[in-house]
């Protein structure tokens, strides 16, 4: 072979080897791109899972707090306003008189309650004359601060429990009379407040009862079934 042959042999060979260096070049950065676009594809998904824990707090934000005290209607919350107002008042009086006394509300049936708690019965009176009269004027203060009338109960002493359970007993009396004469029945004259009272428990015994007369003498009368 001649040596311009051989050389032209040479350098198609030379060619042959730079093309699959080339190639293998080409391939090569092909290879190194890949992980770049897992990298890519794991950003993403680190993005995603921002996200969802960005979600997830928003819903645990969403979620009642535990323990938080349960809301109140606006009726409940009305009536803690009137307990509220009726014990400063009673407070302030209880400063002024110079007596000892913790003082409790609480709601019942429809009406805010405030207790007064002493062992002085100064503040009661006579058949709970003054006590009647301090409810009139906490009453007033309520009113006075809110614009509306109230239906406020104030118990001086347990004087009113005291008060309950009597009239209960003397209902109880009155409905074993009237069961077994099968009569009506006529109490001693009481005040609206112990009437209701009366007429709840005979009531509940299953009878009739009604009022009669003008106050401050109005009673209740217990009634026989029929």
């Known amino acids: 072979m001649s040596e311009d042959v051989q050389t032209a042999s040479q350098v198609d060979a030379d060619v042959e080897v730079t093309e699959v260096e080339a190639a293998e070049a080409a391939s ?30 928003e819903g645990d934000e969403e979620e009642p707090a535990e323990g938080s005290a349960p809301r109140v209607s606006k009726r409940e919350e009305s009536l803690n306003n009137e307990g509220e107002i009726a014990a400063d008042y009673l407070e302030e009086l209880l400063d002024i008189a110079d007596l000892d006394g913790d003082i409790d509300t609480f709601n019942e049936s429809g009406r805010a309650h405030v207790s007064v708690i002493t062992d002085s019965e100064v503040l009661v009176g006579k058949d709970g004359e003054v006590l009647d009269a301090l409810q009139e004027l906490a009453r007033l203060a309520v009113m006075t601060e809110t614009g509306h009338r109230s239906r406020l109960m ?12 009597s009239l209960q007993d003397l209902a109880a009396d009155a409905i074993s009379e009237v069961e077994s004469t099968g009569e009506p029945v006529r109490l001693s004259p009481m005040n609206p407040y112990q009437r209701k009272i009366v007429h709840d428990a005979v009531a509940a015994a299953g009878l009739s009862s009604e009022s009669e007369g003008e106050e401050p003498r109005r009673r209740v009368v217990v009634l026989p079934k029929g």
């Not at 791109?33 to 680190?46: C, L, Q, R, S, Y």
């Not at 104030?154 to 359970?165: F, M, S, T, V």
């Open 28 to 57: 090569s950065d092909a290879e190194v791109e890949v992980p770049h676009a897992e990298g890519t594809e794991a950003e993403a998904t680190d993005g995603e899972r921002s996200e969802q824990a960005a979600e997830a707090a």
């Open 154 to 165: 104030l118990d001086i002493a347990g004087y009113r429990d005291k008060q309950r359970r």
